[in-house]
């Protein structure tokens, strides 16, 4: 058995359970072993009921008198329980836990830990998590842990006593674990996984994480060097910069450049006119003007006589930018076609472009199915990037109609990459920022409401201003998510809305509908004959609308930062005042994120809050990281980050001498594909 054998080849895994674990995602032994410990636990650290004080408590004793309690309030009730030992006794509850008062057997010891407190005019233990004290004397003498236990998040039936057990049989094989990286002292990964999964204290614990949260960056880092390395020796279609052209194009714009878009577009420019493909991505908040950066590249790639292609990823979007192009492009001869699920003549406008008929195609997902060619696709943008799997951004680059030659890429994004993940998991990519907004955009004032509140205080506000015939968009959750009592439901918000602004114009739109359907409500909202568009998620990215000026946000605690922060920039996009409102279901302290939205307007601060709050796998899509999320290393470790840098680049510039670093080789592989951009 090594670290790559399949699970059934553990002594005590069978076909049953190798299927069952496989399904959590676990196939080797090795995505096992890196199963690592949620947190740990020091059952030594008890103290006797006559000794607690408020505050986090472990007591080892027996529970009594355990019954439940139902209060009026429907759904909800409270089981009570008198956790005793030798030196006293003290209430334990749980809230909306039933099961609880079976699931415990009198007769027994458990660790009971939680927070000890006065709460409900009494002294308590709210919710403590209960162990069987023998299993877990037997499992520290077993493994001679002394006490000190690892706690592995359960996966379905598989919960830590298991991973307890399991870790426990794999003790020889992870002790000695084969070295992995050239770059570290040999053993000392051994060493680490060793002390991750069996530690005595909490200091062997900090010992692990660094060599792991090393391994981690390192790979990372080491993937996206090879990556950079790997398009370094591709080639492209040159399509060469010409003063005057670029000229023609800026001048023919209805208004001025901003700094950081020139800087951007000279960036762009400079890469297309290379032979070696471009790799970069363009970050740039809400409405800082992204399109336009994109059209002065079409522009030149169109002078050189070459094909672009806009992918986008909503109909809505791509018809969006079809129109706005067609705009900035279309007096200047680029001819454009869209290409949609619901384009009526796709086999005619397929064959011009193959035949090269067309230079701009804008379109979802059906210009990257296979029976779409191109005559000569030598620039490729993919608008809002993080809505693309990596597959999909690969097909599009095999569509040059050229064998020999890669497009150049730009991907854009407006949920900015932080600078800590530009630097490990982008490093192959050149970055193009724009930080500022076109001059004359009013601020967004963002406020948090209570849905209990919307009546008196909001209500009134959207009448006046649909009277002043300005457009609100009017955001709830999936559709399909209805089944959660909290969230609020397209259709049914519209029948509300209707009774409350029976003069209105009220319509809905979401992810399900035709594209069709959904083309003529946006077309409609554009031209303003909607006043209330209520809406999923799927207005999030890019439509721009200047005539809304308030977007309403329900349930909005269940949204992500970067999220809520694309919805709000649908409005400040003209230059009347734009309100955003968050309602969430909880009245009182408003959540720590909604806070930093109402307090900040800038969407790199936000990513960066976002990014420490819930990892980059949350924020950056499972589509394109896979399971990314890094398990150890935290971004802001600039030191490691720094070491594992330095020593990626030195095995980058000799990768011979990492094949016989068979393993590593592998997991290099894997973080290629999830990290690049072609
Ligand atoms: P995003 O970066 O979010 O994709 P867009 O490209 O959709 O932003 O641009 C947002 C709006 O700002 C568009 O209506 C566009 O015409 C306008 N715009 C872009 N650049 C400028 C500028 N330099 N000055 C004024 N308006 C601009
Ligand atoms: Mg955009």
């Given at each position: 058995m090594n670290f790559f054998s399949p699970l059934e080849e553990i002594k005590g895994i069978g076909p049953k359970t190798a299927a069952a674990l496989n399904r959590h995602g676990f196939k080797t032994v090795k995505d096992l072993i890196y199963y690592f410990p949620r947190a740990y636990e020091d059952y030594k650290k008890t103290t006797k009921i006559a000794d607690i004080v408020p505050g986090k408590v472990m007591i080892r004793g027996k529970i009594r008198n355990l019954h439940v309690q139902y209060t009026k309030r429907r759904n909800f009730n409270v089981t009570i329980g008198e956790v005793y030992d030798e030196t006293g006794s003290v209430k334990a509850v749980w809230y909306n836990q039933p099961y609880r008062a079976k699931a415990f057997d009198e007769n027994k010891e458990y660790y009971f830990t939680g927070e000890y407190g006065f709460r409900f005019n009494r002294y308590q233990i709210a919710t403590p998590s209960a162990v069987v004290a023998d299993d877990i004397d037997d499992m520290s003498e077993e493994k001679g842990t002394n006490g000190f236990q690892p706690i592995y998040s359960s996966k379905g039936s598989y919960d830590s006593a298991w991973f307890n057990r399991f870790f426990n049989k794999l003790r020889n094989e992870i002790a000695l674990a084969p070295d992995l990286l050239?770059?570290?002292?040999?053993?000392a990964r051994a060493d680490a996984l060793y002390n991750i999964h069996f530690?005595?204290?909490?200091e062997d614990v900090e010992e692990a994480k660094k060599y792991l949260g090393y391994e981690e960056l390192f790979e990372l880092i080491l993937a996206a060097k090879l990556n950079r390395n790997e398009n370094s020796k591709l080639r492209a279609e040159i399509c060469p910069f010409k003063a005057e052209n670029t000229k023609r194009f800026v001048n023919s714009l209805p208004f001025k450049l901003t700094d950081a878009q020139r800087v951007a577009t000279w960036d762009i420019l400079k890469d297309l006119g290379e032979p070696v493909p471009m790799n970069r991505l363009l970050q740039g908040d809400v409405?800082?003007?992204k399109t336009v950066v994109a059209a002065a590249a079409i522009y030149q790639a169109y002078k050189a006589g070459k094909q672009s292609a806009i992918l986008a990823p909503t109909a809505v979007l791509a018809s969006q930018h079809a129109k706005n192009l067609q705009k900035m492009l279309g007096p200047l001869g680029v001819k454009i076609a869209l290409l949609i699920g619901?384009?009526?003549?796709k086999t005619l406008i397929k064959n011009q472009i193959v035949k090269g008929k067309v230079d701009l195609i804008i379109g979802t997902h059906a210009i990257i199915t296979d029976d779409t060619q191109f005559h000569n696709l030598a620039f490729a943008v993919i608008d809002?990037?993080?809505?693309?799997g990596v597959m999909q951004r690969q097909k599009l680059l095999l569509k040059?109609?050229?064998?020999e030659t890669s497009p150049h890429l730009l991907a854009m994004t407006a949920t900015p990459i932080p600078r800590s993940l530009q630097l490990t998991i982008f490093g192959d990519l050149d970055v193009s920022t724009i930080s500022e907004l076109p001059k004359g955009r009013t601020p967004i004032d963002t406020k948090i409401m209570c849905e209990l509140e919307m009546k008196e205080k909001l209500y009134p506000v959207l009448a006046e201003k649909i009277k002043k015939k300005e457009q609100i968009y009017w955001i709830c959750r999936l559709?399909?998510?209805?089944?959660?009592?909290?969230s609020t439901n397209v259709k049914e918000e519209a029948t509300k809305l209707k009774m409350i602004f029976p003069t209105a114009n009220i319509e809905y739109l979401h992810g399900r509908m035709k594209p069709e359907e959904k083309d003529d409500i946006m077309r409609r909202f554009s031209n303003g004959e909607i006043d209330i568009l209520v809406s999923?998620?799927?207005?999030?990215?890019g439509v721009d609308v200047p005539n809304a000026t308030e977007i309403v946000i329900r349930d909005?605690?269940?949204?992500?930062l970067a999220q809520l922060h694309q919805l709000r920039g649908?409005?400040?996009?003209?230059t009347k005042p734009s309100e955003c409102y968050l309602i969430?279901?909880?009245?009182g302290e408003p959540n720590k994120r909604l806070a930093e939205l109402q307090h900040s307007t800038d969407g790199f601060y936000l990513a960066e809050i976002d990014l420490k709050l819930r990892g980059p796998g949350e924020i950056y899509g499972k589509l394109q990281h896979?399971?990314?999320?890094?398990?150890?290393?935290?971004?802001?470790d600039t030191k490691v980050i720094a070491r594992a840098q330095k020593d990626a680049e030195k095995v980058a510039e000799n990768?011979?001498?990492?094949?016989?670093?068979e393993e590593l080789n592998c997991e290099i592989k894997k973080y290629q594909q999830l990290t690049t951009l072609n």
């Open positions: 050239p770059t570290a002292e040999p053993g530690p005595e204290k909490a409405g800082s003007g619901a384009t009526k003549n809002e990037q993080h809505r693309f040059t109609g050229d064998k559709i399909e998510e209805t089944g959660r009592s909290v999923t998620t799927v207005v999030e990215v909005a605690e269940d949204f992500g649908r409005v400040g996009r003209g969430t279901t909880k009245s896979g399971e990314m999320n890094l398990k150890i290393a935290k971004l802001t990768p011979e001498n990492m094949v016989k670093y």
